[in-house]
């Protein structure tokens, strides 16, 4: 099945287009011959990021290897150059993927435009009935989720942005399902064959077998009601009710809204009879919203990323592979106001030679990150499959911690992240991320602890982060001898939301050492958080711990 339509697009240029892509299930994946102009190195990059995806985030070089198929010395000079370009960290023997990478999938959400469109109408209908609520688009003959307002409970629906389920064990499924032709029925039936127990979908638990003529009748029942029920269809004790959000120019489904529940709290039925009203009012909200939206204007694209390859290229020799490297740029180069861009437009956007932006296209449509249409390319929802899922619940407290441990060790200096603690009088700052280090005399301060506000360098870079001089100093005010300087972090908007510090003994430096030694790499360890949280939070929320 295709993408969901665009809600605006370039203007098409003349520019030669690539083969279509074989029908084939986005969840097994295209494993039809490349086309002989596909990048090789850019299908195994490509076959590296969703293998770390799928196991959540992190794997040793040898796991990888067993896992793509690759040999080690690829995949060695493959995270090699992911690191480079900050998409993945080596820790050790591990590659872990980093929050830069949600930049893919930022790009793909962003030209789709809905969930900038449509994410308030679900976070308020989860508000008002206290249920998770979520978006979902197309993928094949699978469900891909675009955004997740969830509960928080002990008992809660644990599917992410990026997550790919299977349509037939969906709410939304026969509600897409019901637009599909004679061939994606064909290939939906060969991937039930291919895959009987859903091993192609690590978000869902396995399966038994059966089921098929049920979905092609829930299917019909979707299409005659307008509205679909998942009745522990996932596993057991799990329940929803779909409607679908219908483009305003085409009428089909741009996506999915659901109310998800637990059979604890509401029956299927009880879904049906008490919540669906509600979900179609929404529902009706976030239609007229797509109706009443105005084309985007169009944001800057990144401009001469092919500079920047080349110059990795010199610095690191044959362990970083250029053609990956660029290749990846080219998924930037979509976004807001750029939903559909010519051949030229990806070339001018990225620095890349035609010839080159060319090809990395054709290896996406191969790969079914991109697709194809009178002259224009446009990403489709498997590149959320390039690291968003484990990414995407990721909270500020394991963002941070990397950075923290980097900084500790640049200057053998404990750090900690803290965050304010709401309603206390007087106010508290509770630590959320430390990083120790192995001097005899040091701060041993654990996550959790809460101390007040006004007697820590962190509490008061978050009580007056704006004042001069931008930083904050604690001089043996919270114990003898203990001396720290913090600066804040602060969110998208600009708000500080933490702040960071480093600690050391008053015998080892002054208050003039502290801002001479540690402020510049403190500040630099802030900026490096700051980036990674407004990369992973443009479509997510990231929990403070």
């Known amino acids: 099945m295709t993408a969901a339509t665009p809600l605006s697009s370039s203007s098409p240029s003349p520019s030669p287009s690539p083969s279509p892509l074989p029908p084939s299930s986005s969840s097994v994946g295209n494993e039809a011959q490349p086309p002989a102009e596909a990048v090789a190195p850019l299908i195994r990059g490509v076959a590296v990021l969703e293998a770390l995806t799928g196991a959540g985030g992190t794997l040793s070089a040898s796991a990888l290897e067993r896992r793509t198929g690759l040999a080690r010395s690829t995949v060695d000079r493959i995270t090699a150059t992911l690191a480079r370009t900050g998409y993945v960290r080596l820790d050790g023997r591990d590659a872990v993927l980093t929050p830069r990478v949600m930049e893919l999938g930022n790009a793909y959400l962003a030209a789709l435009r809905l969930p900038a469109l449509l994410d308030a109408h679900a976070d308020a209908l989860a508000d008002e009935l206290d249920e998770s609520v979520s978006l979902a688009v197309a993928d094949g003959d699978g469900i891909r989720f675009i955004h997740q ?78 509205w679909a029920l998942d009745d522990q269809l996932i596993e057991p004790g799990l329940v929803a009710v779909s409607v679908p959000v219908r483009d305003p120019a085409s009428g089909r489904p741009a996506c999915v809204a659901s109310v998800v529940s637990h059979t604890s709290r509401h029956t299927a039925a009880d879904l049906r009879d008490t919540l669906l009203p509600r979900l179609r009012t929404a529902v009706t909200a976030m239609e007229r919203e797509l109706r009443e939206a105005r084309p985007p204007e169009p944001g800057p694209p990144p401009a001469d990323l092919a500079t920047w390859t080349t ?43 035609r010839a080159t932006a060319r090809r990395a296209l054709i290896t996406y449509e191969h790969l079914g990150l991109v697709t194809a249409q009178d002259r224009t390319f446009a990403l489709t929802p498997r590149v959320l499959s390039l690291g968003y899922p484990p990414l995407s619940r990721k909270t500020l407290a394991r963002l941070a911690a990397p950075h923290l441990r980097t900084l500790a060790d640049h200057l053998n200096e404990p750090t900690a992240l803290a965050v304010p603690v709401p309603g206390t009088a007087p106010e508290e700052i509770q630590y959320i991320a430390v990083a120790a280090t192995s001097r005899v005399l040091t701060v041993d301060i654990t996550v959790g602890t809460r101390l007040p506000a006004t007697h820590t360098a962190l509490g008061r870079a978050l009580l007056t982060p704006d004042a001069p001089p931008g930083y904050a100093l604690a001089d043996e005010e919270l114990e003898s001898g203990l001396r720290s300087i913090a600066v804040p972090v602060r969110d998208r908007a600009g708000r500080p939301i933490a702040a960071l510090n480093v600690a050391t003994h008053a015998a080892r430096r002054t208050l003039d050492d502290c801002v001479a030694d540690f402020l510049p790499a403190l500040r630099t360890t802030a900026n490096a958080i700051q980036t990674d949280l407004h990369t992973a939070t443009r479509f997510t929320r990231i929990p403070l711990s």
Do not use: M
């Open 149 to 226: 307002a969830t509960r928080r409970r002990a008992l809660s629906v644990s599917f992410r942005i990026g997550d790919l389920l299977p349509a037939e064990r969906t709410a939304p499924g026969p509600l897409f399902a019901a637009q599909w032709t004679e061939p994606e029925w064909t290939a939906w039936r060969a991937r039930r064959t291919a895959d009987p127990t859903d091993a192609g979908f690590p978000a869902v638990p396995p399966r038994g077998a059966g089921g098929q003529d049920d979905f092609v009748s829930r299917a019909e029942r979707a299409r005659q009601d307008g």
């Open 311 to 353: 110059a990795s290229k010199h610095a690191l020799g044959r362990d970083f592979v250029e053609s990956l490297a660029r290749g990846l740029t080219v998924l930037t180069a979509f976004g807001e106001g750029r939903s559909a861009l010519t051949l030229t437009d990806v070339a001018k956007a990225t620095g890349l030679a």
